[in-house]
């Protein structure tokens, strides 16, 4: 089995600021994902990474940079946090069509 | 570009009623998969149901789906509820790398 690693769990930030999330799996999985996740909105697809070196912008990318040096690393930056923000991001990689995703990250914007 | 519509944001009901949870999508894949996803309490959504099989019956703990793609639908079904089964219900469409997933649907099981 493998496991998917989000940090950090709780992410406090000021308006404006710039905040880096950071994702790690031990699954050996080529596909990553970042979703965001807000209450009646459903799962909204932020970027996603086919494989290392690889980025593509999902739905919800503006307001958002990714990175992936790695195959088992895929970073996700809020460019500036808007104030009063709060969802959760959750990261995910994919084998045999089913995601597979981690305990995700809770972003407070004070 | 591709949808799914999850009509109902909450669904209560009473321990040991039939369950049935909407789904329907739009896509401009010929075969395209469709998923449940359920998220617990303070868990993470993980993997329920899976098909790409038009008119199967797919089956697991208890629920099952069955892919339309006449209707494109892909409603969840289960004959009797459970308290444990109240969570958040997310159905999601794929076709290439990407999944679209709808807004979700709490079911909220009571006693």
């Known amino acids: 089995g493998g496991i998917i690693t989000q940090t950090p769990k709780f992410l406090i930030g000021q308006e404006g600021q710039k905040l880096t999330l950071k994702c790690q799996q031990n699954f050996n999985h080529d596909t990553m994902y970042w979703y965001r996740q807000d209450s009646g909105k459903g799962l909204r697809l932020i970027y996603y990474?086919?494989?290392?070196?690889?980025?593509q912008k999902g739905d919800l990318s503006e307001g958002y940079d990714a990175s992936r040096e790695k195959k088992s690393s895929f970073s996700l930056t809020v460019t500036s946090a808007q104030k009063n923000e709060m969802a959760v991001f959750l990261c995910?990689?994919?084998?045999?069509?089913?995601?597979?995703f981690g305990p995700g990250t809770r972003l407070t914007v004070l | 570009g591709d949808s799914v519509t999850q009509t109902e944001g909450l669904v209560t009901l009473t321990e040991g009623l039939p369950v049935m949870l909407n789904c329907t999508y739009q896509?401009?894949?010929?075969?395209?998969?469709l998923f449940w996803y359920v998220q617990h309490l303070n868990e993470s959504p993980r993997l329920l149901l899976k098909s790409f099989t038009d008119n199967k019956r797919t089956e697991h703990q208890g629920f099952h789906a069955t892919l339309h793609k006449s209707s494109s639908s892909f409603h969840l079904q289960k004959s009797s509820a459970q308290l444990s089964d109240s969570a958040l219900y997310y159905c999601a469409l794929g076709g290439g790398y990407k999944l679209t997933f709808g807004t979700g649907t709490s079911l909220l099981v009571d006693p």
């Open positions: 896509t401009i894949y010929s075969n395209p998969f």
């Open positions: 995910a990689s994919i084998d045999n069509y089913e995601q597979y």
């Open positions: 990474s086919i494989t290392e070196n690889d980025l």
